[in-house]
């Protein structure tokens, strides 16, 4: 009540007088504290929480790709068992449709093509500087595809009997070559997932490489002979 939070004083010529009940404030040792316990928890939690970012990043890229990869199985059911016949994201071919021209009948929402990561290009295949564009911005999709593989005309489900015959090489014999392994969709740029790339293969399946794996793909490890 508010007679219990009043006092009584007394002055020295008998004066009855109600003085206020007065909260002691923190002092400054206290308040140093508090700021060092919150700063603390902060350089615990932030890394925590930016890590947590990066990990649903890549998961909705891999959800992304698992999406356009469906579209593109679903794509090769209708035309005899053949991949999108579609251009580089770099090239400039009138005759020939980007990727995601040719998949948009068989994809609900034009949002997979976009990487949640790709929040500006960081150099690697695609040069343009990160203060002026993403992946997606410049080229409409923040996936690349192997072309050659396109441009070889043949059936999926042949790749493995393609194989078999000698028509893709490996520089490194240890490592066998299958639809497993071999790479057609991929991110633009590995600084996105922390020096790996999201990655679509020839079997269906989609996992987050490494940009060595990539790189070997591309400059050696597999080659097409185009027999």
Request: hydrophobic share 40%; glycine share 6%.
């Amino acid at each position: 009540s508010r007679q219990a939070s009043w006092k009584t004083a007394i002055s020295k010529r008998g004066d009855i007088t109600p003085v206020k009940n007065r909260k002691s404030a923190f002092t400054l040792i206290e308040l140093l504290i508090v700021i060092a316990i919150i700063a603390t928890l902060a350089a615990i939690l932030f890394p925590v929480l930016a890590q947590m970012r990066r990990r649903s990043y890549q998961s909705a890229c891999l959800s992304n790709l698992h999406q356009i990869g469906t579209g593109i199985l679903l794509y090769s059911h209708d035309y005899d068992d053949f991949l999108p016949w579609a251009s580089g994201l770099s090239e400039n071919d009138p005759k020939i449709p980007k990727l995601k021209i040719v998949l948009d009948p068989y994809i609900k929402s034009s949002k997979v093509w976009h990487c949640p990561a790709d929040i500006g290009v960081q150099g690697g295949m695609v040069d343009v500087p990160i203060s002026e564009a993403t992946s997606h911005e410049v080229y409409g999709s923040s996936y690349w595809q192997w072309t050659q593989l396109i441009r070889a005309r043949r059936p999926l489900s042949s790749f493995q009997e393609q194989i078999n015959a000698g028509e893709y090489v490996t520089v490194k014999t240890d490592v066998p070559v299958s639809p497993s392994n071999i790479i057609f969709l991929f991110d633009g740029d590995d600084k996105w997932h922390q020096g790996r790339r999201n990655s679509w293969f020839l079997d269906g399946h989609a996992a987050s490489v490494t940009e060595h794996y990539v790189s070997d793909l591309f400059w050696g490890y597999i080659r097409f002979q185009g027999k």
